[in-house]
C-alpha cells in the first residue's frame, strides 16, 4: 500500500514524558485555586518541605480547613482539606497570587513590607527564620522573599 505509513495496523508503544514542573510554588497556588473554582473539598498536592510550612500557615490563619502529609511516596502527598462557608458556600480563600517568580524575584525589607487588601489579607513570605506572615516577620522585624498573597 503505497502513500500508508507502515506503522498502521501494527502494535506501537506510546511514551510519555512528564514535564518537570520550574516553579512548585505555583504550581501548589494553581492546584487550590483550580480546586476551590470546582467546589472540591480536598485538594492533593505532591510534598516539599516549602509547600508544608504554606500549608501550616495556611492553616494557622484559617483559610483551610485541615491538612495532612501523607509520605505513602518518595516525594510524599499534602492533602488539603478547603474551608467553605457553611451558609452561603463561598470559600475562605478568595485570591491567591504568586508574588515572587523564578524570574524575577521580589523581596521585602521591614520597612517596605506589602499589605494585602489594606492589611485584611495575608503576604507569605520566606524568610531566615522560616516561612511565616508579613505581620509575624514584621514583629520579628525581618524581611524576606514575598512568595503569595492570600485574602
Not at 44 to 63: R, W
Not at 99 to 128: D, F, H, W
Request: aromatic share 6%; proline share 4%.
Amino acid at each position: 500500500m503505497e502513500g500508508r505509513p507502515e506503522w498502521i495496523g501494527k502494535e506501537t508503544t506510546i511514551t510519555i514524558i512528564y514535564k518537570m514542573n520550574t516553579d512548585p510554588i505555583a504550581d501548589y497556588l494553581t492546584r487550590v485555586r483550580n480546586a476551590i473554582k470546582a467546589n472540591h473539598r480536598i485538594v492533593e498536592i505532591p510534598a516539599s518541605n516549602l509547600k508544608k510550612e504554606i500549608t501550616k500557615v495556611l492553616f494557622d490563619k484559617g483559610y483551610i480547613a485541615n491538612y495532612k502529609f501523607e509520605d505513602t511516596t518518595a516525594q510524599g502527598i499534602i492533602k488539603i482539606a478547603l474551608k467553605y462557608n457553611a451558609i452561603t458556600k463561598i470559600p475562605a480563600i478568595r485570591t491567591l497570587t504568586r508574588i515572587s517568580k523564578p524570574g524575577l524575584r521580589q523581596y521585602a525589607g521591614v520597612e517596605n513590607m506589602p499589605r494585602v487588601l489594606n492589611g485584611l489579607g495575608i503576604a507569605i513570605l520566606s524568610t531566615s527564620k522560616g516561612v511565616m506572615t508579613d505581620k509575624e516577620a514584621a514583629k520579628l522585624n525581618i524581611g524576606g522573599e514575598v512568595l503569595c498573597h492570600v485574602y
